[in-house]
């Protein structure tokens, strides 16, 4: 059984770009999480995708989107990239919209905003 | 509405030694409630979590929590420290999107430190 996985391990921008991030949920889940970890924090939910469709969100702005394709993985995209994007972007994948179920978290992307 | 808070973001213990991890929580319904590990340039991995069940929680590698409900609390204990419980500890409490899933909210995160 693959656990969560995401690419790329690390990567930098320049304030204004756009960057996309994926993540292969483990395989029988059906439900992708995605959290920002900004440094010494805990983790902030993003949004959450159910079945290829946005099942919640948490207070990010719109330029923070996302996708899950037909196979269940997940592209989170950000537009015009601020400073304060910088964070590592965590992936979780979960059966059944997590719901009392464990969320198994993927090793994280580290982004960093020049 | 629904917080966390981890009291002490460092704990420093010796090897050996109790270990105790204290996290309040605030939900406005009966909550889910999560420890999650985290080690260096690595995930989230859940180490135990209280669904109502049994107030006392055995996770793995020898961890428990004990959800007192009159304390709003969910305090994260090990008997005996080790070298490789060295990591990031998060405690999350779970409430119900509207769309009928659960989404944690995790608390800012204590750093445990174990000495030899």
């Known amino acids: 059984e693959t656990g969560v996985t995401q690419s790329p391990t690390h990567l930098i921008k320049t304030r204004g770009q756009q960057v996309t991030l994926r993540c292969s949920s483990q395989s029988g889940h059906n439900t992708v999480s995605w959290y920002q970890q900004a440094l010494g924090q805990g983790p902030q939910f993003i949004f959450q995708y159910y079945r290829e469709e946005e099942n919640g969100r948490g207070n990010f702005p719109p330029r923070f989107s996302g996708l899950q394709f037909p196979n269940y993985s997940s592209e989170l995209n950000v537009n015009a990239l601020e400073l304060d994007d910088s964070a590592l972007y965590l992936c979780?994948?979960?059966?059944?919209?997590?719901?009392?179920?464990?969320?198994?978290f993927g090793p994280g992307t580290r982004l960093t905003v020049l | 509405a629904q917080s966390v808070t981890q009291l002490g973001s460092h704990v420093s213990v010796s090897e050996g030694a109790l270990v105790l991890l204290r996290c309040n929580y605030s939900?406005?319904?009966?909550?889910?409630l999560f420890w999650y590990v985290q080690y260096p340039n690595q995930g989230l991995q859940l180490l135990l979590k209280y669904t109502s069940a049994a107030t006392l929680v055995k996770g793995i590698n020898g961890f428990e929590a004990e959800f007192k409900k009159s304390e709003t609390s969910f305090h994260l204990t090990k008997p005996s420290a080790h070298m490789s419980d060295a990591a990031e500890y998060f405690c999350a409490v779970s409430g119900r999107l509207s769309g009928g899933s659960y989404i944690p909210t995790f608390g800012r995160g204590t750093s445990l430190i174990v000495h030899p």
């Open positions: 979780a994948s979960s059966a059944n919209q997590g719901s009392r179920n464990e969320q198994f």
């Open positions: 939900s406005s319904v009966p909550p889910y």
